[in-house]
């Protein structure tokens, strides 16, 4: 964590606003001004300019920023900056918290097998910052993204389980895995269908992880976690199976989550549960128009073997639902459909309460990491009806994909269940302040601001 509690030598960073130009360049005096006239400083957001003193060394550090927008503001600094130690000079105590989440997440790099070639600018801790929340939600994030960027050689069913147990030992909870035949036995059987052509070793599995009080309110995190998605017998494109290593992406999120919440130690019945499978292509890949039988007792026919993640899904959320939770989430990468609609850094809310949407999507703004709700539109549920079983995993319509993909889900949780789905792209196709090329925890801030401001009094 590039942040310090203090440095007696610390450079201070001033940051500056368009508005505020005039003023703080005069309270910096007059060679800071011709200084930053003469190199162009115009205090635009994302400007810097490295302030000299006397003797060449540096002195100062001028940064522009919009103070509507705090987050960002120095996420591109630990690495573009020299390795010193800096502290900032006169910032609102209310953004603090901000900027230094900022300055922790821009300090981000996937390590596992390039080593970081320079070290990192260091922070002293804005003054009013709350340092727990920052310190739980950077590593949640930076958890979530290393799972996310981990590729599926590495990252399986297995490994995922593996680093979701590590996770939960961390925080003294209690963790189970069902593993490949025992899903059939114990009632999983969508679960097992998706993963059951992988090879040996890396079978599918439902990991379960339970912590807090049992008398708390129940809030249930499930996360899509398909390690790889090749499409099964409805075989992707190259094109298309490229990025499918972040297909868990949803589960990454939901774990990462999880570690915040158990870190903040809310007052909270948490359980994270998590279908982890490959879609592989064997001679027992489940079939087009194959029929299973879901744990819920719908039988569901198999319209597109590239349709997976909804099928682990939806034995997972029956699970969830069956303890009737105060509060049950999914994340999932589910559609591209959501992709066309609201590109990758916005993703799709869906929820069946609309307090809950409207709690979701106010946190989303709060805390700079923004959701846009779609409807669960009842006049496409007949859409993937079957002749032959009660659902079809797709419509038969090429329209609003997302939609009838998050009314398929709906159909395995009670309309009692206050319930969100998230479908979520997990990755940055561009590096930006903060934010490297590669996976992300798209979603995860807002899912916890909101479950903090629910549950967390």
């Not at 060449?56 to 120095?74: H, Q, T």
Request: net charge positive.
């Amino acid at each position: 964590m590039p942040l310090i509690s203090n440095a007696g030598d610390a450079v201070p960073v001033t940051l500056v606003s368009a508005a505020d130009r005039a003023a703080n360049l005069k309270r910096l005096g007059a060679r800071t001004s011709r200084w930053a006239d003469a190199t162009g400083f115009k205090a635009g957001p994302g400007e810097v300019a490295l302030v000299p003193g006397d003797d060449g060394a540096l002195e100062g550090v001028l940064v522009g920023w919009k103070p509507e927008e705090p987050l960002w503001a120095l996420a591109d600094l630990p690495d573009k900056l020299p390795e010193r130690d800096y502290a900032l000079d006169g910032a609102p105590a209310k953004a603090a918290t901000q900027l230094a989440l900022g300055w922790a997440l821009g300090a981000y790099q996937f390590t596992r097998y390039k080593a970081r070639k320079k070290g990192w600018a260091k922070l002293v801790w804005p003054e009013g910052a709350d340092t727990g929340l920052v310190k739980r939600l950077a590593d949640g994030i930076f958890l979530a993204r290393d799972l996310i960027n981990t590729p599926t050689e590495d990252m399986g069913p297995a490994d995922l389980a593996s680093a979701a147990k590590k996770m939960a030992a961390a925080h003294g909870a209690k963790f189970s895995v069902i593993v490949g035949d025992a899903l059939l036995k114990q009632n999983y059987p969508t679960i097992h269908m998706v993963g059951r052509a992988a090879a040996a070793g890396r079978e599918p599995r439902l990991i379960d992880i339970r912590w807090g009080d049992p008398k708390a309110p129940k809030v249930t995190l499930v996360g899509k976690g398909v390690c790889f998605d090749t499409g099964g017998l409805d075989l992707k494109p190259s094109s298309g199976m490229k990025l499918m290593k972040k297909d868990m992406g949803g589960a990454a999120t939901m774990l990462g989550l999880a570690h915040a919440i158990m870190a903040a130690k809310l007052k909270v019945r948490l359980r994270v549960l998590v279908p982890a499978v490959e879609n592989s292509v064997a001679g027992n890949a489940m079939r087009p128009l194959d029929i299973v039988r879901t744990r819920k007792g719908l039988t569901v026919e198999i319209g597109n073997t590239d349709a997976e993640g909804r099928l682990i899904l939806c034995d997972a959320l029956a699970e969830a639902d069956g303890e009737n939770p105060a509060l049950l989430l999914d994340f999932a990468t589910l559609t591209g459909a959501a992709r066309v609609a609201l590109g990758p850094d916005l993703p799709a809310l869906f929820a069946n309460d609309d307090a809950l949407a409207a709690d979701f999507l106010r946190a989303g703004t709060a805390q700079a990491d923004p959701l846009w709700r779609l409807p669960l539109w009842q006049g496409y549920r007949d859409t993937y009806k079957s002749k032959i079983a009660d659902l079809n995993n797709i419509s038969e319509s090429p329209f609003a994909g997302a939609i009838q993909a998050a009314l398929y889900l709906q159909e395995f949780v009670s309309a009692k269940t206050r319930w969100a789905h998230v479908d979520t792209f997990a990755w940055n196709p561009r590096s930006r302040p903060g934010r490297p090329e590669g996976g992300e925890a798209l979603g995860l801030r807002a899912a916890y601001a909101m479950i903090e401001a629910r549950f967390g009094q």
